[in-house]
């Protein structure tokens, strides 16, 4: 059984090599990582290179700041390619706890996409000011609400697939390319049929470097929410 991690990076040097030395720590059978750099001009890719020969470490490197959306959509395929079994989703800024790992693969067995929850039971966010978890909040309220989405934390970006769903999915419709790309792809595989759960997590606000959070994220959140329910 091959788990392939999918880690888009911009600007990462601070983190990456770090992250990846805790994850495989974990000796997690048949895992392997797969960076999808965006051409970071502080050397993120060469630091993952530097690694290759230590661990089984993929880098996908792209020609520029291209989005979120589209690294996940380009890391998806590249890790389909390597006949991935199961697929994550990671933040490469330690937000996301590596030492959840375990725990959302072993409920992975049971389930095509389980999301690492900030809002169920358990689950909880350090770090975030007022104004952050308000905005959050009621994006995810409104979201749930005009969709009909069942899970409670719709932009988790910390989630593992059954390689199914997203051979399943025509990965090319994905248009959505800032944090909507959570909410976009969570409804299509609702849609589809796919068995969904979600399991607590911690979700820590990132340690180094600044939050690539947009006014223009912000704004095709609420666009896609509208496209979806009205195509």
Not at 167 to 195: H, P, R, V
Request: charged fraction near 25%; proline fraction near 3%; hydrophobic fraction near 40%.
């Amino acid at each position: 059984m091959k788990t392939i991690i999918v880690i888009p990076t911009y600007n990462e040097k601070e983190n990456i090599e770090k992250l990846i030395n805790k994850i495989f720590a974990l000796n997690i059978i048949g895992l392997e990582i797969l960076v999808v750099d965006d051409n970071s001009p502080d050397g993120t890719a060469q630091v993952v290179k530097n690694l290759q020969s230590k661990y089984p470490l993929h880098i996908l490197e792209r020609a520029s700041k291209l989005g979120l959306g589209s690294a996940y959509i380009a890391g998806f395929k590249k890790a389909l390619e390597l006949q991935a079994d199961r697929i994550f989703e990671m933040d490469a800024d330690f937000s996301h706890d590596p030492d959840d790992l375990p725990a959302i693969l072993e409920s992975a067995k049971n389930y095509d996409l389980v999301i690492g929850s900030r809002k169920i039971a358990g689950g909880k966010i350090i770090g975030w000011g007022f104004t952050r978890k308000f905005m959050s909040n009621g994006a995810m309220w409104l979201s749930r609400i005009l969709l009909g989405l069942k899970a409670k934390d719709v932009t988790a970006g910390f989630r593992c697939f059954n390689s199914q769903v997203l051979k399943t999915l025509n990965l090319d419709e994905i248009k959505s390319n800032g944090y909507a790309f959570q909410e976009e792809l969570l409804y299509k595989t609702q849609k589809a049929g796919f068995t969904i759960t979600e399991i607590p997590v911690t979700f820590i606000d990132r340690r180094e470097g600044k939050s690539k959070l947009s006014k223009k994220d912000i704004i095709e959140f609420f666009l896609i929410i509208l496209k979806l329910r009205f195509k």
